[in-house]
């Protein structure tokens, strides 16, 4: 019963799924960092862009959810351009990179057919 579960917690796809986590925490804090600078930045340009108090008509204050959507804009910015951009750029030069190499290695069907056309010689 132990023996299983060490098994699953030295899994390798375990301790990748940990250590994405872990970084994925840190650069969670790093953007939120970012994200405050950006508004801080914002505020001093054109006004304080923190919709907290804002309630049009007063019936309802929604500036909590238009100050989290700015946010969330900011954060989806950066990933996209920081993260996604770049990883694809990376992906596509690596793509280009192994279609030159040339041919891959043999097919599973290729192999089978070349150890039955052996056989056969036989």
Do not use: S
Not at 16 to 28: L, M, S
Request: proline share 5%; no cysteine.
């Amino acid at each position: 019963m132990l023996k299983g579960f060490k098994d699953f917690l030295l899994r390798g796809n375990l301790i990748d799924i940990a250590v994405a986590f872990v970084i994925g925490g840190a650069f969670g804090a790093v953007t939120t960092a970012f994200t405050k600078v950006v508004v801080e930045l914002l505020a001093k340009l054109g006004g304080a862009p923190n919709f907290d108090e804002w309630a049009p008509g007063g019936l309802v204050t929604v500036g909590p959810f238009l100050t989290a959507l700015v946010a969330f804009v900011i954060m989806a910015f950066v990933v996209y351009f920081g993260i996604v951009v770049p990883y694809e750029r990376v992906k596509k030069l690596t793509d280009n990179t192994e279609a030159e190499a040339g041919p891959g290695a043999p097919t599973t069907e290729e192999l089978l057919t070349d150890i039955r056309d052996l056989l056969k010689k036989d």
